[in-house]
């Protein structure tokens, strides 16, 4: 918290941090004098990582930043609404003049590295929008907890990525045909500062990494990468948890086995094979990595807990993802799931990118309502009802999204 603006608080009353916190400090004149409300120092942060003061803070060391779902009502996610999910300390001097990328591991015939405008000039520049949901989505609904930020629902983005091809770059490079899986390295820090520990070195199996829409980004929505989602070089795997796009990237390590990096082991970003009881350990023979993420879809419009008056229809709207796969059908229910309607679905504007749907809900009279949406991909798989397989690390939790309105 910079010293102008404690004094700056200083100044003013309890009275008006409590209009802005919208409630009472209840104890205020216990609140030790160099103290502020808690609430106050997130908003600082959040203003301090370019982020809408609304969202929400799981965790600051490291930053884990959470969407509110009504937030994320955009159809491409701006900047300022995209959540945060870092394991480590944020890089702090990037000095992009020296920036360069090294392509190196067992399966490269030979190391290479390219500076920063070698990549961006050497190579076809693409641009798809892709979505990235973190593997532990939805984990905050597990029971009996998990361990790990209790996400919500709003950890999941769906913004413009532009740069070139993986593939493109591993041609340039020359792989072996031994080549399996590629691993990713950043320059984050691990959080106990030891500079031998990286805090994170996930990867994506060739096939991923060869497809056309798997990127080497450079830039987000048409500008450089903000420094919190990876400036100024990530790799960008749409479809797959999020854990699979590694930012702030410096290299990146071909090899000839599944990669063995930091958080690749069980059970790390895996699911077991076999279903096992809630609250129990899975053997690691019993886990595999998570690749193509669940069907799933979010009502971004209204807010939960809208209020409207009876005889309007209530016009919702939101997106659907199936992770690898295109999402076939969206449909809603006022009635707990009794009965289903269907809504519009758009197509996806390339492949990895969410679709949108909207429907025009008629309610038939005063009251309580919830609105659930149920997405079904072109598998035929569709959203659970309640919250599926329970799992040690919590992870792909895809159940319906409810919301609350209320008819007058
Ligand atoms: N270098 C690096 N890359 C990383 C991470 C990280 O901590 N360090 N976190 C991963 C995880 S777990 C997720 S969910 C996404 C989050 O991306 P975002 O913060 O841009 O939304 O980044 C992934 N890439
Ligand atoms: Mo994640």
Redesign the pocket.
Known sequence: MKKERRAFIKKITLASLASALGADIVFAKNLPKDYLPVFLEEQDSLKSLGKDAALKVLNDR?WNVETPIHLLDDKVTPADK???????SIPEKIDVSNWSLTVKGESVREEKSYTLSELKSKFKNYTFQLT?????NGRGEFYPPTEGNQWGQG?V?CAMWTGIRLKDLLEDVGIKKDAVYIG?H???SHLSGNPNKE??S?GIPIEKAMQDETLLAFQMNGREIPL???YPL?LVAGGY?????????KAISVRNKVHDGAKMESPSYRVPIEPIEPGTQASPENMQIIESMPVKSLITFPKSGATFPLGRNLDIRGHAWAGEYKVDKVAYSIDFGATWQSCNLEKPINRFAWQHFQASIKFPQKGYYEIWVMATDENGSSQPMVVPGWNPKGYLNNACHRIAVKVN
């Open positions: 490291p995209m959540f945060v999910r870092n394991n480590g990235l949901e973190c593997g532990g950890a983005s990713y950043g320059t984050d805090s994170i996930r919190v989602h990876g990530r948890p999020a854990s699979a796009s590694g930012k702030w990237l």
